[in-house]
C-alpha cells in the first residue's frame, strides 16, 4: 500500500467514523482512495451515475453513496448510505488527516547544506524542508521554497520564486518562474451560514521532459493525484486544477484553464484562453481552438471551436458570413 508521504494520518476505524451504522466487519482506515484504486481495507465513495461501471468492479471494502447508487456497489463492498456524499467524506477526510484543509506553514523550511544536496545547485535565500530529496545536476532559482518530503529528479530546473509542495516529479524537468505548485485546490461543501472545506490529501505528479512556463498553478489532488503527463509543454499561467489527468505530449497554450477531475489524452493542443469543465474526459490527439469552452466529452482525434466547443466543420458553418 502507498504511503501517504505529505501528511500524517489517524487510525481510525470504520465504526468511530460512522457509529451509527452497524457494520458487518469492522476495520481500521488503510487510505480513502477513488473508486478504481481503492484496495481491501479502503475507504472510497460513490457520487454520480457516471462512475457506475468503476463501481462495479471497485475492490473497496466500504464506500460512502446514497439509496439511489448503492445497487451499483459490489456485494463485498459494505454500503454507508448518507444524503451529501461530498459533505460526509469531506468529514471523514478532517478527521483522518486532520492537518489537510488548510496549507500550515512549514516549519521544517531551512537553508540547505551543500553537504546534504551533493551535485544540487541553489541560488540566494532558497528555503528546503525536511526529507526534501533532489537528483543530481538539479538547479533551484533564488527565492524558491521546496517543502517538506517533495521529490525532484536528476537535471530539473527550479526558477526563481517558485513554490514547490506536495509533489513528485521526474527527470528533466523545467519549471519556469513564479510557479505555484501543489497548493490546496478550490474545493468546499456549501451548508447554512458557512462552507465546510474540503480536505486535499492527494499531490502532483510530474513525469519526466515536463516544462511547466512562468506563473503556472498546479493544484494537487483531493482524494486522487494531480498528473502532468511526460513531455508535455505548458505556457505561461496555465492552471491546473485538483485531480486533472493529462497525458503525454500535449502542448497547452498561455492561460488555458482546466476544472477538477477532468481526464486529458496524450497529444492533445489546446489554444490559449480556453476553458475545460470539470469531470470531463478528453481524448487522445485532440484540437481545441483558443478561447474555447469545453463542457462536454471530447472524443480522440477531434478538432472543435467555440463556445460551447463544436466541431471545427459545424462551428465554421455556423459563422460564415
Not at 25 to 54: C, G, H, M, Q, R
Not at 187 to 206: Q, T
Not at 259 to 276: E, H
Amino acid at each position: 500500500m502507498e504511503k501517504n508521504i505529505f501528511f500524517k494520518k489517524k487510525n481510525i476505524k470504520l465504526s468511530k467514523l460512522f457509529p451509527k451504522i452497524r457494520f458487518n466487519k469492522d476495520f481500521s482506515v488503510e487510505e480513502i482512495k477513488p473508486l478504481i484504486k481503492a484496495k481491501n481495507n479502503d475507504l472510497t465513495f460513490f457520487d454520480s451515475i457516471k462512475y457506475k461501471e468503476v463501481a462495479l468492479n471497485t475492490n473497496a471494502s466500504a464506500c460512502i453513496t446514497t439509496n439511489k447508487l448503492e445497487k451499483f456497489l459490489p456485494k463485498k463492498t459494505q454500503r454507508i448510505i448518507v444524503e451529501n456524499v461530498l459533505l460526509e467524506l469531506a468529514k471523514v477526510l478532517k478527521t483522518i488527516y486532520p492537518l489537510a484543509d488548510i496549507d500550515y506553514i512549514d516549519n521544517s523550511l531551512k537553508i540547505p547544506r551543500k553537504s546534504s544536496f551533493k551535485n544540487v545547485s541553489f541560488g540566494n535565500n532558497v528555503l528546503v524542508g525536511k526529507g526534501v530529496k533532489i537528483g543530481k545536476n538539479s538547479q533551484i532559482g533564488s527565492n524558491s521554497i521546496i517543502e517538506h518530503n517533495v521529490k525532484i529528479g536528476n537535471n530539473c530546473v527550479i526558477g526563481y520564486g517558485s513554490i514547490i509542495r506536495k509533489t513528485i516529479m521526474g527527470n528533466n524537468v523545467v519549471i519556469q518562474d513564479n510557479c505555484k505548485i501543489g497548493q490546496k485546490g478550490f474545493g468546499f461543501i456549501p451548508i447554512k451560514n458557512k462552507n465546510f472545506k474540503f480536505p486535499h490529501i492527494g499531490k502532483v505528479i510530474i513525469k519526466d521532459n515536463v516544462e511547466i512556463a512562468t506563473s503556472c498553478t498546479i493544484d494537487r489532488g483531493s482524494v486522487d493525484d494531480t498528473i502532468i503527463g511526460e513531455n508535455t509543454y505548458l505556457d505561461n499561467q496555465v492552471h491546473i486544477a485538483h485531480n486533472v489527468q493529462i497525458g503525454s505530449n500535449c502542448m497547452i497554450a498561455g492561460q488555458v484553464g482546466f476544472a477538477g477531475s477532468s481526464q486529458i489524452g496524450d497529444n492533445v493542443k489546446i489554444g490559449g484562453q480556453a476553458g475545460v469543465s470539470g469531470h470531463l474526459k478528453i481524448g487522445n490527439n485532440v484540437q481545441i481552438g483558443g478561447g474555447s469552452g469545453v463542457v462536454k466529452d471530447i472524443e480522440d482525434n477531434s478538432i472543435v471551436m467555440g463556445y460551447p466547443s463544436l466541431p471545427l466543420k459545424e462551428f465554421l458553418k455556423r459563422n460564415k458570413k
